[in-house]
């Protein structure tokens, strides 16, 4: 992939990551590294390898809590650009991922729309494999393009080998810190073929009366929904979704649905399902109530909120709480999808 060779790479110190979680803490790092062309992404790969600091990776910050402040340097992506080749769409890894699902609409390729308007950078969703609507990320991603951070070479990474899971990859877990992302290409489609058997989507397109939708219906309604659940980040601190959905196993629900009749729940496979953790937590009373400065949102009950000035211990002391409640009423441990610093 080519990128922009001007110069833009920055090297801060005592760095505020204000800007860059969207939960609204304000801590620092020691040293802020970023790199908005491929050959940048090398120099700071040598600059990694020739430090003694710690250092962390991040995107546009939407999945971060950061509870103190870091020692160490964080590394952002600041690669812009998109191109096209037949129906793959190759975008840096700093592109914002929501005007990436415009473009992609824009020029008539299909299979983003179910993604829109969830916060974050093109290269977390390579490393997230996020998703919504019934439609992962993983699914559209055919390669990733990297520089490896020991070698500083440039490498193609496969879908296959990202080993994609549910909110879940290999840049999670045994390849973390290995890689700077510098572009993901997405396979989509001339077609579009509408999913739209998750969540409210076909009830709230026919109540506008649409029988046919066009892949910018759908992406409309979705922003609609999303924005009626979620809190606008600049408005009220968050992250987003807090908590993953646990999936437990067949005997388990069908206990628990014995218990609760009306739980909510979604097919994974022949032997798993799928239990929303904002109905469990609803159930647990925790719906609009706050633990100091850090609250659960009133619209929905997976969203932890900054309610003004919390710190990220805070939020963590809360989620902790919750955490707790949801298991003991109903034996299930629920997990932070939000990366905690």
Not at 125 to 137: D, F, K, L, T, W
Not at 184 to 194: D, H, I
Request: with cysteine; proline share 4%; net charge negative.
């Amino acid at each position: 992939m080519e990128t922009d060779k001007n110069d833009n790479m920055r090297d801060l110190e005592n760095y505020s990551l204000l800007a860059h979680n969207t939960f609204g803490v304000d801590a620092h790092c020691r040293r802020f590294l970023e790199y908005a062309t491929i050959e940048e992404a090398q120099q700071v790969a040598q600059m990694l390898r020739e430090s003694d600091l710690p250092y962390i990776i991040i995107g546009g910050g939407s999945n971060l809590l950061l509870t103190h402040d870091y020692e160490g340097i964080v590394v952002h992506s600041a690669i812009k650009g998109c191109s096209f080749e037949g129906t793959n769409m190759l975008c840096g890894s700093g592109e914002v991922w929501d005007e990436v699902v415009v473009r992609s609409l824009e020029h008539e390729l299909y299979g983003l729309e179910n993604l829109s308007i969830i916060p974050g950078d093109v290269g977390a969703s390579a490393v997230q494999n996020i998703g919504a609507y019934g439609m992962e990320a993983a699914a559209l991603i055919s390669k990733i393009y990297a520089v490896e951070i020991a070698t500083g070479q440039v490498c193609i990474i496969s879908a296959e080998d990202c080993h994609y899971g549910y909110r879940d990859s290999r840049f999670k877990r045994e390849w973390k810190n290995r890689y700077l992302i510098t572009g993901v290409e997405y396979s989509l489609s001339k077609t579009f073929s509408p999913r739209l058997d998750y969540g409210n989507i076909t009830t709230e397109l026919e109540r506008r009366g649409i029988v046919s939708p066009t892949a910018w219906q759908v992406r409309e309604v979705i922003v609609d929904l999303r924005n009626s659940k979620l809190p606008d980040p600049k408005v009220i601190g968050n992250g987003g979704s807090f908590f993953m959905n646990p999936i437990v196993p067949q005997a388990q629900y069908e206990a628990l649905a014995l218990k609760y009749p009306n739980m909510p729940h979604y097919l994974v496979d022949e032997g798993h399902v799928k239990i929303p953790a904002g109905w469990m937590i609803e159930q647990c009373g925790w719906k609009g109530k706050s633990l100091g400065r850090a609250g659960v949102y009133e619209k929905q009950a997976l969203v932890l909120v900054n309610r003004g000035g919390a710190t990220g211990q805070e939020v963590v002391a809360l989620s902790q709480t919750i955490i707790n409640d949801v298991k003991e009423k109903f034996g299930i441990e629920i997990h932070p999808e939000v990366n905690i610093i």
